[in-house]
């Protein structure tokens, strides 16, 4: 693509800090771990971080270590990347989804209760695209309902809901650094919590069932789920660089609203004072004049001239193999449905320039303008 979707914010300090490790002899189980760690429990106000190699395992993990497991129902959204449903099918349990809030694009809180029942163990909370909207309100109903909250945080770092960092709610919280995220370590992921007991059993689940220092004394099933150091190495610098990281994501984020903002087919993301968007992707949706074919050609057509484009996010419940077992149907999440539809994730990175949005911004008019004209042209 010639404006790629994405690209990491990787400067000489990374590539410094890679170095160093591979010169000082411990590649894995050392000091950047630790100091990666101690960074992001920082950031998120947490009492422990334990680092991991994505933001997959890390869920699947705050699952096991929720105590979650076969006959449970665990609450969570429709409108996400789909990791944060698989970590509930990994443990056995029920994915039970609930329909979104139309302008956070997050689980509608005024939706959850009615979701819940005896079997209800755990809610999975997202911040979908780095909106944490409804988050504080979700946080109440677990705590009303006693039910675990775990936030995937993976599309969030560094954003607050009002003076609360996006990572401080419920039991756990899990990020993603993979390249395409606020921060990056190329691949890996970290759980926070404030509760001692789950730290150490996800430090030991990242560990082969590790609990102490003795390599060959596993004292229950693990995994290998380790984030290198080299990896830790960049995170931790990537996080020292964190506003500077996060005030560029926000110039281009800028850049795109004053441009979009009187494009009357278009719906730009709504943040209420509150909320401190921490800008993972930039997602406009199409207005209800058009559907999915209409949002799909204006895709093609963005790619074609080389403008890295992408549907952001196609229904959970529809993939098929969650919609076959569970007997999820199309109109069963409307506003997810129709929301999803209609996304297109442009091109967004904090290196953008202002002349790639300005180019972004005028092929995307023109193929909006060019769509518009062909189905007049249908119907008239
Ligand atoms: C909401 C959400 N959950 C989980 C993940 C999984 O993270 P990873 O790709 O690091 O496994 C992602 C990453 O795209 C995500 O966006």
Partial sequence: MHIPLSQPDITQKEIDAVIDVMQSGTLSIGPRVVE????????????????VSSGTVGLHAAMIAAGIGPGDEVITTPFSFVASANCILYVGAKPVFVDIDMQTLNMDPAKIEAAITPRTKAIVAVEAFGHPGGMIETEQIAQRNELILIEDSCEGFGGFAGARPIGSFGRASVFGFYPNKQITTGEGGMIVTDDDRFADTCRALRNQGREGMAWLAHQRLGYNWRLSEINAA????????????LENRRRVAHFYIDRLIDNRYLILPTISDDDHMSWFVFV????DLFGPTDRDDIIKALRAEGIGTNNYFPPIHLQPYIQQPFGYQPGDFPITESVSGRTLALPFHGKLSEADVEQVVRTLNEVISNTVSVRKERKY
């Fill in 36 to 51: 990666f760690e101690n960074k992001v429990a920082a950031v998120t106000h947490r009492r422990h971080a334990v680092a």
């Fill in 234 to 245: 960049i995170g931790s610098v990537q996080v020292d660089r964190l506003e500077e990281i």
């Fill in 284 to 287: 406009v949706r199409l207005n």
